[in-house]
């Protein structure tokens, strides 16, 4: 158990963190680290901290900030109310409530640049927001199967680490030691690192369908996974968020289930698409584990809302690549050989780009509405006053709605609506294998 410590000792992110050109500065007078732990709701001048970039030079150190907290409602307030005591990056987060996190960054100079902008962007490869619109571009603009099998994978490591924080409760790793670059996730604890997950099992998945589908470099598309993976995974050390051993541990997930997946991956691809019983084992399944299976306590953050939604975009995009087969637009045309890979043209760029748009503006709007309106109605159901999607009885309920159909509309509806307007990619319903 000695070497487990070691790996989660935040000794080896600082001196991570040294390497890469990040120095300590001093904390403004009046803060340490005891404030990092204090209730915010207990401080009667509503004291918080600003995160500032001086100007002229690469500081990035904190303003103490002042305000009357009179007609602000308390943090401990807001908790019973369901909202997260620690307000995160969440597109579904309320602004209002993001002056209330305690959490800060640690006053820092950034002495390479390169280092500091390559792992920032490294770090989106984990983020939702990548996600949500990498994985769909490459089912309307690539290849379905690809995406299928990459999403199943994803999901369900996702999912396991998402239990595994609320389960194991590890603090992130001290400011004491450490310097915090990152505060976007702060509300969720740190073991595993779903960026970690998230970066693991889609370059791994994607890697393998791509070599056993087309003509490609095995190194090279070996190369790429690997480099992703390590990229994403640095950069949760260099920002700060998490140890070493939480790292391994969401890439040790990822592989962990993809050897499980991998030996099945036809017949369970097969299943999903063609079985009767598929659309409803997978939305029973993902309603069990939502709520009455969901092996972890209510710890009253972010992080059982964000496995809500991974699993119920999952299942409505499954669901909707089983529409597209029971609908018989679908056909098993298995392939002969292995796919060419041939450089797009300006044509299948332009067509690329506009499918992307159209996808992206009818989720969007889809989910505004969706989201609008299972909010009201699961207000009204509960006897609320007004409409609150904070509210404990609201937040799964609505997230499961609304994210589930945005996964019905990414790969059902989006590609009827490409086929309408002209765009519609000839091989996207022949990718049934």
Known sequence: MDWIMKLHDPQIVAKFQRVCGIERLPEP????????NQDTSSLSNGTYDKYVKQKHNDEYVLQPRYKNNNNRPKNTDLQKEGVPPFASDDSDSDSQYRDTNPYKITPHRIKNKFIFYAFKFASFFGDEAFNLTFLPFVLWNVDSALMRTTVLVWGISMYIGQVGKDIMQWPRPTTRHVIRMDIDFAQEFSMPSTHAVAASSIPIMMAYNIINRYEVSTPLIVGLAVAWCLMTCGSRLYLGVHSLLDVIVGVLISLVVASFILPFNNQIDWFIQTSPASPVL???????FSTVLYPAPEIGNQTRTDCVKVIAA??????????????????AVPPEALFEVYLPSLKTIACATLRFMIGVLTVALVKTVVQTFSVKFLSYIFGLEKADRHHPKIQVPYRFVTYMTVGIIISWTVPILHHKFGLGRPHYYMEVL
């Not at 999952?314 to 056909?331: A, D, E, I, P």
Request: glycine share 16%; charged share 15%.
């Open 282 to 288: 997978m939305f029973i399944l993902c309603v069990a």
């Open 314 to 331: 999952l299942t409505g995009c499954l669901m909707g690549q089983w529409g597209n087969y029971f609908n018989g637009m679908s056909q």
């Open 29 to 36: 007078d009046g803060f340490d680290e005891e404030f990092e």
